[in-house]
């Protein structure tokens, strides 16, 4: 039933775009299979090969060097492949520039740290201070909300403040917020998880929610929204017209692929501290609780939960930081600056 909500959304939009949409200019051209085959199938081979190390196999494992190896040979022959095809599906002169190639590691970077810690910060309200699905979901409202208002307050900064500065400070404020997150806290002692599990209730009863978590929910959402306002005209910095839709694209996929990677790499982290944690909690938890398999498990859910996710907070705030980095040494554009063909991008 979920889905069905986004159905009459879709229709709507569909009826609309024909009248409020302008068509763009048709450029003849090829279809690049081979850059799409060879970008697709990496791509893919890279999220597989991490996720797969993530969720418990190591980095050892056979399966996953397999399709780590995969991916790079892949990718190697995608840009093989694009130096040499008359019409490649991703021209390598984008990254010629500077600001462009910033902005798109830069922003990659910083969608690795935030939709990890959308992920890991939806499962810690839920499975630590035990709301229930929906109340989680309204729960994060003011993030959605805050990105949306904030995006929109720093584009309007941009005829008089240097992208550069809005995009910069965004991602100081986003890595000052996953590091609070990092500090969350919970008694998750054997004694008081074997309690929690017995009495069907969770070690966060300590953690406010308004204190705790909705500060830095509302910190995040200003850095963010200020670091994707800051970083659209850095990705479209004197673009040709003909390589527009390519930047264009490039935008989002580094959103997709930043969110992909960085979800992947930090559940590594978070698998690894806790599993450590378990290691550390498991004999006194099992000892309390020998004939109740499934209150060890969740008893050992509420024991070393916090300990993983903290730590991959603590990562993407690193993450946030470099993004940080990245963008006060690449991304130096005027106010108001344009795009090669007069068009603002501001």
Sequence with gaps: MTFLINLPIALTVAALAPRLLRESPRRPGRIDVPGALTSTVGLGALVYGLTRAGEGHGWADSGTVVSLAASAALLIVFVLVERHVAHPLLPLRIFRSRVRAGSYIALTLAMAAMFAMFYFLTLFVQQILGYRSLVAGISFL????????????????????????????????????????SRLSVDDSPAAAVLAAGNGTTVGGDVSYWSDVFPYLITMAVGMGMVLAGLIPASLYRVAPEDAGVGSGLFNAAQQLGGSIGLAVLSTVALHFSDQRTEQVAGPITAALPDDPGAVERALLQATFTEGVTHAFLVGSFLLLIASLVIWTTTHLKPGETNADGAHVG
Aim: charge should be positive; avoid cysteine; glycine fraction near 10%.
């Design 142 to 181: 003011p993030l959605s909300l805050g990105i949306v208002l904030a995006a929109t307050m720093a584009g309007k900064l941009m005829a008089r403040v240097q992208p550069q500065i809005i995009a910069g400070i965004g991602t100081l404020l986003a890595a000052f917020s996953m590091l609070m997150f």
